[in-house]
């Protein structure tokens, strides 16, 4: 929703109603479609959403306050004042970038895992517009594309790991393990 | 043209069967000649480059390592899609997999080599990071083709390491647009050209923030250490055909996108810092791969670890500079052929011992000797023995690196030893030894030896005789590079 507010902001700013059509698109794939094929996995397999992880809560709150606190540091003053108005929002995106990053590694279901590559493409697009780094309008429609193909792949795959291991827990996946 | 030619006729391909599905051939009759077609188009496109220079036109480029990269997946393309053909006759056969599976297998297979095809040769890095992803997308079901729990956790673990490998290389292609001002004014694609005009204007330290970012995105797909890890599992449970394409075809396009951020990131900062990584990144790739071998239980498993030997190899020479580029650029078309040959004989060795764990296999000699002697060409081939051409891209390699990296040579040589007493000692066991009882002896089918004794002539063609074309080509690369 973010994503697409902000998009929504640049066309308002800009007046390129292709940017409108873009924020349609993001609307309807990452607003709509994402959590509806989410809910409906949850729905179709009876599972509740939980997020179990690999480290226990405090030591993931410390990590995700230590990236917090990278993504802020003068180290990564080159990547956040690239628009230098926007320094503050730049460090909010890059530190959404190591945090979802982090989130998936630790994360062992594997709709949280979708969730967070999800969120991984989102904070990095976010990171984009907050410095100026907007693609074409043909080149974010081919994006998105992606991200709706991978979507659709990803849920289909959710359903043959539960119909297989009867969990969506990775953990539960020791088929391959010599 | 013949760029567009290619990627629509797989595309049509791909439709075509969808199309006619109850139409009982015309899923292999159309995948041949497509793959026929991408061969001959990418051999004009491969000849026009080697003559005229590199050229564009609408959204595509093609350059010297881009034609050699193209003749590549055509090469591979051609053979695997005939072995496939028979492969899965046999296999439908077992009733080991059904004709709607082999069907989807013909579907997302020309998909793939569509992708393949756009991402090295479109002239903007944002499309081919989309046509790298469309590679995961459709082979990630070609992984789980057999739909066992196997093969759906590999595919899985190849669908998550790749995506958010190639998201780490989509954040390091959006640092790479910095200086390039005005994105939408100008109708916002940015080309190669583009980056590599603007690179002089990059801040150096976000240079080498985004080739990291790259080289760890796009090192994913390529399969270095320790990025590795979907690679030995994804391989291992994809048709054998499809570990093929991926070892001999997709690595030398994943490694091609690396290069070309390499090349504008030496615009920006010197050389020295992308041969820095490529050298620590190929050196950890080898090492680990020397020490893990001895240990290994799965044949396929030896060929996917092998592959990310190679991938290290190649890595290095490009890491060494000039001097290594030569052996690098031929130790890839190399390995291409070979290791795609092996992964060949692999499934006929499947399709006979019905196990892909080295202690069920013994005495390939006698219960499929035409494919015994080609699994042991390709082992002695691709383990550096002499007088093969890898023999020498090897040597030259790490006499590349003696002058400026002598430990790092010493220790690939060391590394290089390992690997072959390790493949020796899994090869031996498998050739020779006692053939288990009711395992008949003879080839399955003719079809399925073929291509590999087309894939190693061609090998061995190419170790003494490189043709004047691709000659042109490969110093064009050098010379780029």
Redesign the interface.
């Known amino acids: 929703m973010v994503v697409t507010i902000l998009i929504f902001d640049s066309y308002l700013k800009?007046g390129?109603l292709s940017l409108l059509f873009i924020v349609l698109l993001t609307f309807v794939v990452k607003v709509i479609l994402a959590p509806l094929f989410s809910l409906r996995l949850m729905k179709q397999h009876q599972v509740v959403f939980s997020a179990p992880t690999y480290l226990n809560t405090p030591l993931t709150f410390i990590i995700i306050a230590t990236l917090t606190a990278v993504a802020h540091s003068q180290k990564f003053y080159?990547?956040t004042t690239?628009i230098p108005a926007h320094q503050s929002l730049s460090a909010l995106a890059l530190s959404l970038?190591l945090i979802s990053?982090f989130l998936?590694v630790n994360r062992k279901g594997?709709l949280s895992?979708i969730i967070g590559?999800l969120t991984?493409?989102n904070s990095?697009v976010i990171?984009?517009i907050f410095?100026?780094?907007?693609?074409?309008?043909?080149?974010q429609i081919?994006?998105i594309f992606?991200i709706f193909?991978?979507i659709i792949?990803?849920t289909v795959?959710i359903s043959?790991?539960y119909k297989?291991?009867g969990s969506l827990d990775?953990t539960s996946?020791i088929?391959?393990r010599? | 043209m013949e760029i567009i030619f290619i990627i629509g006729s797989y595309i049509l391909a791909s439709l075509t069967i969808i199309l006619f599905r109850r139409q009982r051939n015309i899923a292999k009759a159309t995948s041949v000649v497509v793959s026929i077609f991408a061969f001959i188009e990418s051999m004009k496109v491969a000849l026009k480059v080697a003559s005229t220079g590199a050229y564009s036109f609408m959204f595509f480029s093609v350059d010297a390592l881009g034609a050699i990269v193209m003749l590549i997946i055509a090469v591979i393309g051609i053979v695997t899609t005939i072995y496939s053909l028979q492969y899965f006759i046999q296999e439908k056969a077992k009733n080991i997999i059904g004709s709607t599976r082999i069907k989807q297998y013909f579907v997302l297979l020309s998909l793939f080599f569509a992708a393949m095809f756009l991402a090295v040769t479109s002239n903007s890095p944002i499309l081919s990071w989309i046509a790298i992803e469309g590679t995961t997308l459709s082979t990630a079901f070609l992984i789980s083709l057999y739909n066992k729990s196997s093969a759906i956790e590999a595919a899985w673990k190849y669908l998550i390491i790749n995506s958010i490998g190639l998201l780490l290389g989509f954040f390091g292609t959006l640092l790479y647009f910095i200086p390039v001002t005005s994105l939408l004014e100008n109708g916002g694609l940015i080309t190669w050209q583009v980056l590599a005009t603007n690179a002089v204007h990059l801040n150096p330290l976000i240079s080498k923030i985004a080739f990291i970012f790259v080289l760890i995105g796009y090192g994913t797909k390529v399969g270095l250490v320790p990025m590795h890890t979907w690679k030995p599992s994804a391989y291992t449970k994809a048709p054998a055909p499809l570990g093929a394409l991926l070892s001999g075809a997709l690595l030398p396009v994943a490694f091609t996108i690396i290069l070309r951020f390499k090349l504008i990131t030496d615009t920006t900062i010197g050389p020295i810092f992308g041969q820095n990584l490529l050298i620590g990144f190929g050196l950890i790739s080898i090492v680990f791969v020397s020490f893990v071998i001895l240990a290994l239980n799965n044949y396929k498993r030896l060929l996917a670890y092998s592959s990310i030997e190679n991938a290290g190899m190649i890595a290095l020479g490009f890491g060494f500079g000039k001097a290594g580029i030569m052996a690098a650029l031929l130790h890839t078309i190399y390995h291409s052929l070979v290791k795609s040959s092996l992964f060949l004989s692999s499934g006929n060795i499947l399709l006979k011992y019905h196990s892909a764990r080295l202690k069920d296999v013994r005495g390939v000699i006698k219960a499929l000797p035409l494919t015994a002697i080609c699994f042991t060409i390709g082992f002695l081939a691709i383990t550096g023995t002499p007088p093969f051409g890898m023999f020498l891209t090897k040597i030259l390699i790490m006499t590349a690196g003696i002058k400026n990296y002598p430990i790092v040579s010493v220790i690939i040589l060391l590394s290089t030893a390992l690997l072959f007493i390790g493949f020796f000692k899994h090869t031996s066991a498998m050739i020779f030894g006692e053939k288990p009882e009711g395992v008949q002896s003879g080839e399955i089918s003719i079809w399925l030896v073929i291509p590999q004794i087309l894939l190693l002539g061609i090998f061995i063609i190419l170790s003494f005789y490189i043709p004047p074309f691709l000659q042109k080509l490969l110093n064009d690369v050098v010379t780029q590079y």
């Not at chain 1, 410095?131 to 080149?139: K, P």
Request: hydrophobic share 60%.
């Open positions: 800009t390129n080159p990547l690239i970038i990053f998936i594997a895992q590559v991984f493409e990095i990171f984009g410095s100026g780094l907007e693609q074409s309008v043909a080149l081919g994006i992606d193909v991978w792949i990803s795959f043959m790991i297989h291991f990775v996946m088929d391959l010599d």
